[in-house]
């Protein structure tokens, strides 16, 4: 198993697990792939068959269809997703998870107990 883990600054920490995992420095980037599981702080679980990232971890991206669960929103299914840390959103929000064709959002209110 191949792990990993970002953690782009003392709040947020996303960890990675794979099967198979593999760097390429001639294109700068690290694959992940066999059914990745990437898991976040903020409580959100993913599951996607593959995922690349820039060696520079400003850009990390499923090469297929996503589904997320846990964290406050609810369950995720897109057919794409996408992870940016750019100089212009390291201060205030480090990272910006964009979800892509065929989002869809089953939301589950909290209930209070």
Known sequence: MTRARISPDETNEVTFLAPVGEIDQDKSV???GGGVILN???GYSMRTSEII???DIERI???????IQ???LGQFTAGSAE???TRE????RPLKLIFKVGVRLVYIPKTEG
Do not use: M, Y
């Open 61 to 67: 991206f499923t090469t297929g269809e996503v589904e």
């Open 40 to 42: 976040s702080s903020l």
């Open 89 to 92: 959103n390291q201060q205030d």
């Open 83 to 85: 992870i940016l840390q």
């Open 70 to 72: 846990g964290g406050p």
């Open 30 to 32: 690290v694959r992940l």
């Open 53 to 55: 990232s820039t060696l």
